[in-house]
């Protein structure tokens, strides 16, 4: 079964990914592994990753999931708010909605993924504006802890997603 991996990723947390399905899958069958916007040969299975991007994938990506027809697609991304599973089934849902309906969602994967440094500081100004701001402590929290991922863990449980296939 031939198979394409199409990422988009903005930190390279998304990459990390696509690069294990890669490992897993085997380069051998593998038609096409980058990002979107290139011609991407016809694959019996298309792994499509994204960053999110306010509670969707980014633009890029979105423009490639709509130009899917009669697929089978394993959706795969990273959040920088992570954990929660309810918070990543949401956001796959929305992805979802860029495939039309003649696709088949095979799969999803969904892991918290670190984010720029630039977020943390961000965040550490608004506190200073606020110290007081418990939702504020929690994101810079939040923050510390997504430093380590995508860990060994993540890639361990996307690994055994893909290879149940």
Same mark, same amino acid.
């Given at each position: 079964?031939?198979?394409?991996?199409?990422?988009?990723?903005?930190?390279?947390?998304?990459?990390?990914?696509?690069?294990?399905?890669?490992?897993? &899958?085997?380069?051998?069958?593998?038609?096409?592994? /980058?990002?979107? @916007? =290139? #011609?991407?040969?016809? *694959?019996?299975?298309?792994?499509?990753?994204?960053?999110?991007?306010?509670?969707?994938?980014?633009?890029?990506?979105?423009?490639?999931?709509?130009?899917?027809?009669? &697929?089978?697609?394993?959706?795969?991304?990273?959040? /920088?708010?992570? @954990? =929660? #599973?309810?918070?990543? *089934?949401?956001?796959?849902?929305?992805?979802?909605?860029?495939?039309?309906?003649?696709?088949?969602?095979?799969?999803?994967?969904?892991?918290?993924?670190?984010?720029?440094?630039?977020?943390?500081?961000?965040?550490?100004?608004?506190?200073?504006?606020?110290?007081?701001?418990?939702?504020?402590?929690?994101?810079?929290?939040?923050?510390?802890?997504?430093?380590?991922?995508?860990?060994?863990?993540?890639?361990?449980?996307?690994?055994?997603?893909?290879?149940?296939?």
């Amino acid at each position: 079964m031939t198979y394409a991996v199409v990422y988009a990723s903005a930190t390279g947390n998304t990459k990390m990914l696509a690069e294990e399905i890669r490992r897993a &899958r085997g380069e051998e069958i593998c038609v096409y592994f /980058g990002t979107a @916007g =290139a #011609e991407i040969p016809e *694959a019996d299975l298309v792994f499509a990753g994204f960053w999110t991007d306010k509670g969707d994938c980014s633009e890029e990506l979105a423009q490639f999931l709509d130009s899917l027809h009669g &697929r089978k697609v394993f959706l795969f991304g990273t959040a /920088g708010f992570g @954990g =929660a #599973e309810e918070y990543f *089934a949401c956001i796959l849902e929305r992805v979802k909605g860029h495939l039309a309906s003649d696709n088949e969602v095979v799969g999803t994967y969904m892991c918290q993924g670190r984010m720029p440094q630039s977020v943390r500081a961000r965040y550490e100004g608004m506190l200073q504006q606020n110290p007081e701001d418990e939702r504020m402590k929690a994101m810079i929290e939040n923050f510390d802890r997504a430093l380590e991922h995508p860990d060994q863990e993540d890639l361990e449980r996307l690994r055994l997603a893909v290879e149940k296939l």
